[in-house]
């Protein structure tokens, strides 16, 4: 079964009881993929921590492609990844899957913006203009994760989480940027004391407000949202805490999901 | 005086970039003989984020009495003007 925004909201076998249990899931799409990062950085310090993975070796193969075993051993997730080292895979099989890129800190996201992720989008075939416009989103999210988490991380994780996929025949690229930071609500709170929900905490933050008192700044979102929408057609979505907020070209829509560590937003480009 | 963005990176992302830009800007201005506009030359500027032009524009123009000028924006860049403008 596909695992995917639209269905991982009903699933609740795979996150329960500090077990991400993928052994039913099928094709995961970025959304699901950070969702999965940010759990295992949130499970990380249990000692009952586990990862159930899929017995489909085209499964193990797809994950490995995503470099997800290298992120999981960053936690310390070893004992739990003999079915990756079993199985070798070629780089190049598939140019569509990107592999999770982990920035612990701003120069190594500036870094990677060169290295990494303009390259990305070209093997996506997005045109010149269109790359250097979606490379712009990956780094207004980007620099929203370091500006609102640095010098205090609630764990010892930190940096951006940035994992995108191209599905050529739905001509669609998602990319979702995640991060284990204090996410929306424990940003805004030092301006807003009296934000009662994390659902109104990021339809805050899409509004143009910051968290950074005293300083201009805080347009960041709105920009996304409006390149994302107005030049792609395209849709951005937002977990923080246990609010979720989808905005597209028909206006926002939110609702009270599963909490989460930090903050996952991502954007849908159609082309 | 003209300064030549791309002389910075061609790829210009963040408000901390950004601050280290004016900083050097203002060296260079200091020093050139020149009473005329600062004029930020963006030809060659691949990738221009809104953080990064907010920031600059800002403090420029605050320190220089608005007289800054734009010019050689990319589709890519022109767009991000536009966005901070709004």
Same mark, same amino acid.
């Given at each position: 079964?596909?695992?995917?925004?639209d269905?991982?909201?009903?699933?609740?076998?795979?996150?329960?009881?500090?077990?991400?249990?993928?052994?039913?899931?099928?094709?995961?799409?970025?959304?699901?993929?950070?969702?999965?990062?940010?759990k295992?950085?949130?499970?990380s310090?249990?000692k009952?921590?586990?990862?159930?993975?899929?017995?489909?070796?085209?499964?193990?193969?797809?994950l490995?492609?995503?470099?997800?075993?290298?992120?999981?051993?960053?936690?310390?997730?070893?004992?739990?990844?003999d079915?990756?080292? !079993?199985?070798?895979?070629?780089?190049?099989?598939?140019?569509n899957?990107?592999?999770?890129?982990?920035c612990?800190f701003?120069?190594?996201?500036?870094?990677?913006?060169?290295?990494?992720?303009?390259?990305?989008?070209?093997?996506?075939?997005?045109?010149?203009?269109?790359?250097?416009?979606?490379?712009g989103?990956?780094?207004?999210?980007?620099?929203?994760?370091?500006?609102?988490?640095?010098?205090?991380?609630?764990?010892?994780?930190?940096?951006?989480?940035?994992?995108?996929?191209?599905?050529?025949?739905? !001509?669609?690229?998602?990319?979702?940027?995640?991060?284990?930071?204090?996410?929306?609500?424990?940003?805004?709170?030092?301006?807003?004391?009296?934000?009662k929900?994390?659902?109104?905490?990021?339809?805050?933050?899409?509004?143009g407000?910051?968290?950074?008192?005293?300083?201009?700044?805080?347009?960041?979102?709105?920009?996304?949202?409006?390149?994302?929408?107005n030049?792609?057609?395209?849709?951005?979505?937002?977990?923080?805490?246990?609010g979720?907020?989808?905005?597209?070209?028909?206006?926002?829509?939110?609702?009270?999901?599963f909490?989460?560590?930090?903050?996952?937003a991502?954007?849908?480009?159609?082309? | 005086?003209?300064i030549?963005?791309s002389?910075?990176?061609?790829?210009?992302?963040?408000?901390?970039?950004?601050?280290?830009?004016?900083?050097?800007?203002?060296?260079?201005?200091?020093?050139?003989?020149?009473?005329e506009?600062?004029?930020?030359?963006?030809?060659?500027?691949?990738i221009?984020?809104?953080s990064?032009a907010?920031?600059?524009?800002?403090?420029?123009?605050?320190k220089?009495?608005?007289k800054?000028?734009?010019?050689?924006?990319?589709?890519?860049?022109?767009?991000?003007?536009?966005?901070?403008?709004?």
């Amino acid at each position: 079964m596909d695992t995917t925004f639209d269905t991982i909201y009903k699933c609740e076998k795979v996150f329960c009881n500090h077990t991400i249990n993928l052994s039913e899931c099928g094709w995961l799409d970025p959304w699901t993929m950070g969702l999965i990062c940010l759990k295992a950085v949130e499970y990380s310090a249990e000692k009952d921590r586990s990862i159930v993975l899929p017995k489909d070796i085209r499964m193990i193969s797809y994950l490995k492609r995503m470099h997800l075993p290298t992120f999981l051993k960053e936690l310390a997730y070893d004992q739990f990844l003999d079915p990756f080292d !079993k199985k070798d895979i070629s780089e190049k099989e598939n140019f569509n899957i990107h592999e999770i890129v982990h920035c612990n800190f701003r120069d190594e996201f500036d870094g990677r913006l060169s290295s990494k992720i303009r390259p990305m989008f070209i093997g996506f075939n997005l045109k010149s203009d269109e790359e250097r416009l979606a490379t712009g989103l990956v780094a207004e999210l980007g620099n929203n994760v370091f500006d609102h988490n640095a010098g205090f991380w609630p764990t010892d994780f930190s940096g951006a989480i940035i994992i995108a996929q191209h599905n050529p025949i739905k !001509k669609q690229i998602e990319v979702a940027v995640a991060d284990a930071g204090v996410g929306f609500m424990g940003s805004l709170r030092a301006s807003r004391p009296d934000l009662k929900t994390h659902t109104d905490a990021i339809l805050l933050g899409l509004s143009g407000t910051s968290g950074r008192i005293g300083e201009n700044r805080g347009n960041g979102l709105k920009t996304i949202q409006d390149w994302t929408i107005n030049k792609f057609n395209g849709i951005v979505r937002i977990h923080s805490g246990d609010g979720l907020v989808v905005v597209d070209k028909n206006g926002q829509k939110t609702s009270d999901v599963f909490p989460i560590l930090g903050t996952l937003a991502s954007f849908m480009l159609k082309y | 005086m003209t300064i030549q963005m791309s002389k910075f990176n061609t790829v210009l992302n963040g408000r901390p970039a950004a601050k280290e830009a004016i900083l050097r800007i203002f060296q260079i201005v200091n020093g050139s003989i020149e009473k005329e506009n600062v004029i930020l030359d963006f030809s060659d500027v691949e990738i221009l984020t809104p953080s990064y032009a907010d920031e600059l524009l800002r403090e420029l123009k605050k320190k220089y009495n608005n007289k800054v000028e734009v010019i050689n924006t990319s589709s890519m860049a022109a767009d991000t003007m536009k966005a901070i403008s709004d």
